[in-house]
């Protein structure tokens, strides 16, 4: 009597040939590296921004008002035309995209999610020079406030969870640059073809459609936590 064996197939080693399997390869890619995708720091980020947005409305808001009844909205630069309000609310979105990135683990909410952390940043570096700019020039510093006003203390703490928030985006950035940018989603070849969309379209439209695992072994794989 013989007896037969059933074929075992053995994923791991067919998985070296990531073209076949390329999101069995992309998940223990991910595990060897130890990359978890931007829950954590979404969230850190939506707090932050919250945190931020707050003081902002209480810097051109609610103490002026609370302080003087007849007093109008604080937009100048004495609260840096609310930079403080505006950051808040773009670290809110940042953040709420990072969120939505490691949830629904689709290409373009990821590169959603990187192309706001850029903007975030280039705008993040672009409050604290104004910031530092504006108390250079003597627009933010205690002297310029009415006495006994609390504006000038609400400043200082925009000024430092606006810095915070410009080392969160920068962390974001840093953190998924080579997966996003470089590696399995390569971002920069999309805006590429952004850029250069009508010369490079016509090339992609002209390739031939190949059979069913060649379109799945060019298909982004699914981002995995």
């Known amino acids: 009597m013989s007896v037969q064996y059933e074929p075992v197939i053995d994923e791991l080693s067919q998985s070296e040939d990531f073209p076949e399997r390329p999101e069995l390869y992309f998940m223990q890619a991910s595990n060897r590296r130890g990359r978890k995708w931007p829950r954590a720091i979404g969230l850190v980020q939506i707090i932050v921004g919250f945190l931020i947005a707050l003081l902002g409305a209480l810097e051109v808001f609610i103490v002026p008002i609370t302080e003087n009844h007849t007093a109008p909205v604080q937009f100048n630069k004495h609260t840096c035309y609310g930079a403080g309000l505006f950051a808040g609310v773009l670290m809110v979105l940042t953040g709420s995209t990072a969120v939505r990135a490691s949830l629904s683990k689709r290409k373009s909410t990821v590169f959603r999610f990187y192309n706001l952390t850029i903007l975030t940043l280039l705008l993040y ?16 510093t205690e002297a310029a406030y009415p006495p006994n006003s609390r504006v000038y203390q609400v400043h200082m703490f925009v000024t430092i969870f606006v810095v915070l928030g410009l080392m969160f985006a920068l962390t974001a950035l840093v953190q998924y640059y080579d997966v996003v940018c470089c590696g399995e989603m390569n971002l920069w070849h999309n805006w590429l073809y952004c850029l250069c969309g009508i010369c490079l379209g016509k090339d992609r439209t002209q390739q031939p459609s ?9 298909s982004p794989p699914a981002l995995l936590i």
């Not at 190949?210 to 060019?218: A, L, R």
Request: net charge negative; hydrophobic share 40%.
């Open 125 to 140: 570096t672009a409050f604290t020079v104004f910031l530092i700019v504006a108390y250079s020039k003597g627009w933010t």
């Open 210 to 218: 190949g059979s069913e695992d060649s379109s799945i072994s060019s």
